[in-house]
């Protein structure tokens, strides 16, 4: 099987969609690729930060994770995305992220690439399932290869049986509903096994 460069992007205001992104960096290495953890960059105005407790501490303690690149796009063979919902759709700092990627489109260096999401809300009705959806869409437009999980494993049931991708419900003191970890490990190792089929046969 081909080594697989793995990024995992993600935006988080209060931590959730770090944490999947975390889990996800951890199955990555345990499964072999090497590992990449961006964030995108906060477009909010810091008064709106500031406003809020959870989402200023969280900003502080991930100071030091690096903004995503273009060049991290154009280095991976898989990319996993971690974003909470907002109102159905993405977070406007990751559809911002994706609309600056039109010059690596247009050479059809984001082809091939292997991709598989994950996503948040405050209920279990909040637009997880839209969300992934809506991130797959411009996928499609780069041409990539969606790895969503289906119902390959145990793990998805016990996550919530979200088959687009692992999804959580937070509550009011930030703790996931659900135990997602084997989720996102299963989702992780999956994605990355597609992306050694796809590099190995590009490769031969």
Same mark, same amino acid.
């Given at each position: 099987m081909a080594n697989v460069n793995l990024a995992i992007i993600y935006y988080s205001s209060t931590g959730t969609n770090y944490r999947l992104a975390r889990m996800a960096e951890q199955a990555g290495k345990d499964a072999? $690729?090497?590992?990449?953890l961006r964030k995108v960059e906060e477009l909010a105005p810091q008064t709106a930060i500031d406003?809020?407790?959870? &989402?200023k501490k969280h900003m502080e303690e991930t100071k030091?994770?690096?903004?995503?690149? +273009?060049?991290?796009?154009? &280095? $991976?063979? $898989?990319?996993?995305? /971690?974003?909470?919902t907002r109102f159905g759709n993405l977070p406007a700092q990751m559809k911002q992220f994706l609309d600056t990627t039109g010059g690596l489109w247009s050479k059809g260096k984001l082809a091939n690439k292997v991709v598989s999401a994950? /996503? /948040?809300? /405050?209920?279990?009705?909040?637009?997880?399932?839209?969300?992934?959806?809506? +991130?797959y869409t411009s996928m499609m437009h780069w041409g990539a290869i969606i790895a969503a999980p289906g119902y390959t494993d145990q793990s998805i049931f016990a996550?919530?049986?979200?088959?687009?991708?692992?999804?959580?419900?937070?509550?009011q003191e930030g703790k996931m $509903?659900?135990?997602?970890?084997?989720?996102?490990?299963?989702?992780?190792?999956?994605?990355?096994?597609?992306a050694g089929w796809i590099k190995q046969g590009l490769n031969n």
């Amino acid at each position: 099987m081909a080594n697989v460069n793995l990024a995992i992007i993600y935006y988080s205001s209060t931590g959730t969609n770090y944490r999947l992104a975390r889990m996800a960096e951890q199955a990555g290495k345990d499964a072999g $690729a090497e590992v990449k953890l961006r964030k995108v960059e906060e477009l909010a105005p810091q008064t709106a930060i500031d406003s809020n407790p959870a &989402w200023k501490k969280h900003m502080e303690e991930t100071k030091d994770v690096p903004v995503v690149s +273009l060049d991290d796009l154009e &280095w $991976a063979d $898989a990319i996993i995305f /971690s974003v909470p919902t907002r109102f159905g759709n993405l977070p406007a700092q990751m559809k911002q992220f994706l609309d600056t990627t039109g010059g690596l489109w247009s050479k059809g260096k984001l082809a091939n690439k292997v991709v598989s999401a994950m /996503s /948040s809300a /405050s209920n279990s009705h909040g637009g997880q399932e839209m969300t992934i959806n809506h +991130l797959y869409t411009s996928m499609m437009h780069w041409g990539a290869i969606i790895a969503a999980p289906g119902y390959t494993d145990q793990s998805i049931f016990a996550a919530g049986g979200n088959p687009y991708g692992t999804s959580v419900t937070v509550g009011q003191e930030g703790k996931m $509903a659900e135990d997602a970890e084997a989720a996102v490990k299963h989702q992780a190792a999956r994605t990355i096994q597609v992306a050694g089929w796809i590099k190995q046969g590009l490769n031969n």
